[in-house]
């Protein structure tokens, strides 16, 4: 009797054990889960919740601040976020579009550059996005067709120096000269035809596959072109 009791014992004293074991390796786990989620947001989810909020207007980067406070419950530190946006910017997802002097309400004599008063805009690097911008660019509406032709201009630089980096192809002229040059033999040619090199001109400024060696061989017939 005295070995069957404690052979109930141990395994009484057994399943205890493990369930004690079990019970610290859940807490543990949900307590590296818990601080897994609500880290992301800062280190993962806060770039993607920057470009959302540009994605229809450029907004200064106190404007970018406040909505992503209010879609989101993100308490960045503003180390973070000043990090997210530089990172973004370094990547060429968005651009420097202006300044906002609104942040200087009611100073008379302006001495110091407010960070919050950036305007930063988000790049059309998709497709159909830029040749829509290419399709805006022609419109009679002034305004809109200067806002695609900078965001165009951005484009082109951007993929210029990506060219030039690799050591392929050099130019005497500058990235607007040549943007301009694009542009008029574009409007130069006949409906079809400027149908037809749109789709080239907006495939090659995009992040496609084949885009940059496209990019390359666009520049090089205009230069041909220019120089026979």
Same mark, same amino acid.
Request: contains cysteine; aromatic residues 10%.
């Given at each position: 009797?005295?070995?069957?009791?404690?052979?109930?014992?141990?395994?009484?004293?057994?399943?205890?054990?493990?369930?004690?074991?079990?019970?610290?390796?859940?807490?543990?786990?949900?307590?590296?889960?818990?601080?897994?989620?609500?880290?992301?947001?800062?280190?993962?989810?806060?770039?993607?919740?920057?470009?959302?909020?540009?994605?229809?207007?450029?907004?200064?980067?106190?404007?970018?601040?406040?909505?992503?406070?209010?879609?989101?419950?993100?308490?960045?530190?503003?180390?973070?976020?000043?990090?997210?946006?530089? /990172? &973004? #910017?370094?990547?060429?997802?968005?651009?420097?579009?202006?300044?906002?002097?609104?942040?200087? =309400?009611?100073? !008379? +004599? $302006?001495?110091?550059?407010?960070?919050?008063?950036?305007?930063?805009?988000?790049?059309?690097?998709?497709?159909?996005?830029?040749? /829509? &911008? #290419?399709?805006?660019?022609?419109?009679?509406?002034?305004?809109?067709?200067?806002?695609?032709? =900078?965001?165009? !201009? +951005? $484009?082109?630089?951007?993929?210029?120096?990506?060219?030039?980096?690799?050591?392929?192809?050099?130019?005497?002229?500058?990235?607007?000269? &040549?943007?301009?040059?694009?542009?008029?033999?574009?409007?130069?040619?006949?409906?079809?035809?400027?149908?037809?090199?749109?789709?080239?001109?907006?495939?090659?400024?995009?992040?496609?596959?084949?885009?940059?060696?496209?990019?390359?061989?666009?520049?090089?017939?205009?230069?041909?072109?220019?120089?026979?």
């Amino acid at each position: 009797m005295l070995v069957a009791s404690n052979i109930v014992a141990h395994v009484i004293y057994l399943i205890l054990h493990s369930v004690l074991l079990f019970y610290i390796v859940l807490c543990a786990y949900y307590h590296i889960e818990t601080n897994w989620v609500d880290q992301m947001p800062k280190n993962y989810y806060l770039k993607e919740l920057i470009l959302e909020s540009l994605s229809e207007n450029e907004l200064s980067k106190k404007e970018i601040l406040e909505r992503v406070k209010s879609s989101s419950n993100v308490g960045a530190s503003d180390k973070t976020f000043n990090e997210s946006l530089m /990172t &973004l #910017l370094q990547e060429g997802k968005i651009y420097i579009a202006g300044y906002d002097f609104n942040v200087y =309400s009611g100073v !008379k +004599r $302006i001495q110091s550059i407010r960070s919050e008063g950036i305007i930063f805009g988000l790049s059309r690097m998709d497709f159909v996005e830029i040749e /829509t &911008l #290419l399709k805006q660019m022609e419109s009679e509406n002034l305004e809109e067709s200067n806002r695609a032709s =900078s965001s165009l !201009k +951005r $484009i082109f630089r951007r993929k210029l120096a990506d060219v030039q980096k690799q050591g392929k192809m050099h130019f005497s002229n500058t990235s607007d000269v &040549l943007f301009e040059r694009t542009v008029y033999y574009l409007n130069s040619q006949d409906e079809e035809s400027r149908r037809s090199f749109r789709n080239k001109f907006a495939w090659s400024l995009c992040n496609n596959q084949g885009s940059l060696e496209l990019f390359e061989n666009i520049l090089s017939y205009l230069v041909s072109q220019e120089s026979g």
